[in-house]
């Protein structure tokens, strides 16, 4: 069976990735999710992007190293 590549995280990874964070960290992405009125896979995907380039807004943005 081959992958589909996705270009953007599905709410079913998200449950996923938020199920094997520390509390803390999962409440701070659904809050901020909810701040901002936004699905909590893009927050979580702001959040990888932002940590491998501050300059990126999503990872369509991301240039690992431009940030620096």
Same mark, same amino acid.
């Given at each position: 069976?081959q992958a589909k590549l996705?270009?953007?995280?599905?709410?079913?990874?998200?449950?996923?990735?938020?199920?094997?964070?520390?509390?803390?960290? %999962?409440?701070?992405?659904?809050?901020?999710?909810?701040e901002i009125e936004y699905?909590?896979?893009?927050?979580?995907?702001?959040?990888?992007?932002?940590?491998l380039d501050t300059e990126?807004? #999503?990872?369509?943005?991301? %240039?690992? #190293?431009? #940030?620096?």
């Amino acid at each position: 069976m081959q992958a589909k590549l996705l270009e953007q995280l599905s709410s079913s990874d998200a449950e996923v990735i938020l199920e094997r964070l520390p509390e803390r960290i %999962k409440a701070a992405l659904i809050a901020r999710a909810t701040e901002i009125e936004y699905p909590v896979e893009a927050v979580i995907e702001m959040a990888i992007a932002s940590f491998l380039d501050t300059e990126a807004l #999503g990872f369509a943005d991301c %240039k690992p #190293g431009r #940030g620096q």
